[in-house]
């Protein structure tokens, strides 16, 4: 018999350009201004964070990565079987591979990625390593409601797997509501494992955001280059400064463009002035403790039933039941 094919199309809800063009010209209308983080994710985006990666400096996923290999076994005999695996920005799917590996037979994997390069690639190589899992890829803004694609077979739950800490870059507010949104994917019987960087020495976790080779400023810089190029901004990538900063109290890395000089930026017709040193956030990456993230899940009406750290508590797995 020839060998059956397990992906099914890619589910295609990528937020159209006019979506973008409305929440940049409401980020730059406040005050201060703000551009959405989820947008550093093109196809060069994604590319650039891999590289932020490997950097010496940028610990979170070599330690993570350690953690899931090294928890796998326990995290497996936690995890009911035959799940549908649901992941949020799949990514280039490093973990995806430990974790479909080392569950009891998962029927059925969703990536929810906003990257459309990102989740085909990604796709493409777990179709050939697991060719018993159901793909189910979906190309989506996973900060709204997404609808899964039903599994051919029946799972007996579904697992929503939410690594990276990119829980991290969502206010507290977000945050919360992304949670709740997870419930409501999982369902009564589901679960989700997610990812936290843990609050730690600050000079360790800002080093992780001001790398030396400079990966994360072109990371945060190609931010600028994908709006001129999607929605036709004229945003000068030399007149801007890359800054990231921990602020203590708020447990949280704050992610800056700071404008150089004076300038004005044109977006879809609408002229914006820049004064100089003026700083616009990017983005923010959250770092907790058992107790801020304990609050947020239960603000979501989910428990923390298990927990997973590295051996120096610089980063945890949650698994979290309704
Ligand atoms: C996507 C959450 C894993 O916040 O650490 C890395 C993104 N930004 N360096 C993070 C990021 C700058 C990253 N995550």
Known sequence: MPPTTTAA???????????ITGEVLA??????????????????????????????EYYPTRVELALLEASMPSIAEAVAAHAHVVEYGSGSGRKTRLLLEGLDVPVAYTPIEISRTALLASVERLADEFPGIELLPVCADFTGPVPLPAP???????????PGSTIGNFTDADATGLLRSMRTTMGPRGQALVGIDLDKDPALIEAAYNDAAGVTAEFTLNLLARLNREIGSDFDLDGFAHRAVYVRERRRIETFLVSRHAQDVTVAGRRFHFAPGEAMQVEYS???????????????????????NDPRDWFGLRLLKP
Do not use: C, M, N
């Open 9 to 19: 199309p890619l589910t295609d809800l990528r937020p159209a350009p006019a979506d």
């Open 152 to 162: 051919s077979r029946e799972p007996g739950h579904t697992l929503v797997f939410f």
């Open 27 to 56: 980020g730059l209308s406040a005050s201060p201004r703000r551009l959405p983080s989820k947008y550093f994710y093109d196809a060069r985006g994604s590319q650039l964070f891999e590289r932020i990666t490997r950097e010496p």
């Open 286 to 308: 959250h770092k907790y403790t058992d107790a801020t993230f304990g609050a947020l899940a239960a603000a979501a009406g989910l428990r923390v039933v298990r927990r997973w």
